[in-house]
């Protein structure tokens, strides 16, 4: 399974970009990069997903080098509620199930 | 409310008792899995299912832990003869299969005196 690593924690201030990096060196071909988040005392939120290019939803857009080797969630203009534990995990295979392995995160502080 | 469901939010036992926590994934979801969380630190995986087949367990789940899923719709995790390491947050998620994304529940914390 391809190993993430995510700093620590950040501070980003309310309304400026967040951009929250991760390395995943070892990734496989096939194998997606998934983003949560986690604000505490409820689950794990999904955010976005992707393969080779670059995604955007509603909430976060998903950079990934060319190479895979390493991504960035970008949170446009973060808010309060963006306070949270972010974490970046390369998903499994399909034929492996799927199941997603969480390591520490990033814990990223917006502040006013 | 089209979310996943976990029941009951908070469970207080006393250490060897049994307890039992329950999901109900998000209808038409295919696959669920359960993880565990402690403290600091982020979910681990204990077993998934694809319809009412359990198709893979870890190594974490003792013979103390069994995970059914009857019809391939709700799912329960009972821990039987409770002990003090299996305070924690119990979390549930459910799929579509393929590389579509689990949404999680907001899970059970379990605590045992």
């Known amino acids: 399974d391809a190993k993430t690593t995510q700093p620590p924690s950040m501070d980003c201030a309310e309304g400026r970009a967040a951009n929250l990096p991760c390395n995943h060196s070892t990734i496989s071909g096939n194998e997606y990069v998934y983003w949560y988040r986690q604000i505490h005392s409820q689950g794990p939120q999904y955010i976005i997903h992707g393969l080779k290019n670059n995604e955007t939803n509603e909430m976060a857009s998903l950079i990934i080098t060319e190479d895979r080797k390493s991504s960035t969630l970008i949170l446009p203009h973060a808010t309060l509620r963006d306070t949270a534990v972010y974490y970046c995990i390369v998903r499994v295979r399909r034929n492996q199930g799927g199941k997603l392995i969480f390591g520490q995160g990033t814990e990223l502080s917006v502040k006013p | 409310d089209t979310g996943v469901s976990q029941n009951p939010r908070h469970k207080i036992t006393k250490r060897g008792q049994n307890v039992t926590f329950r999901c109900d994934p998000i209808s038409e979801h295919n696959r669920l899995y359960w993880y565990r969380q402690t403290l600091g630190q982020g979910p681990e995986f204990l077993t998934y299912f694809q319809n009412e087949a359990q198709l893979e367990k870890s190594r974490l789940l003792s013979d103390r832990f069994s995970a059914e899923r009857p019809k391939g719709s709700f799912s329960t995790l009972e821990i039987q003869r409770t002990e003090q390491g299996d305070s924690a947050m119990y979390l549930c998620?459910?799929?579509?299969?393929?590389?579509?994304?689990?949404?999680f529940g907001d899970g059970t914390r379990l605590s045992i005196l």
């Open positions: 998620a459910s799929s579509l299969w393929g590389e579509q994304p689990q949404h």
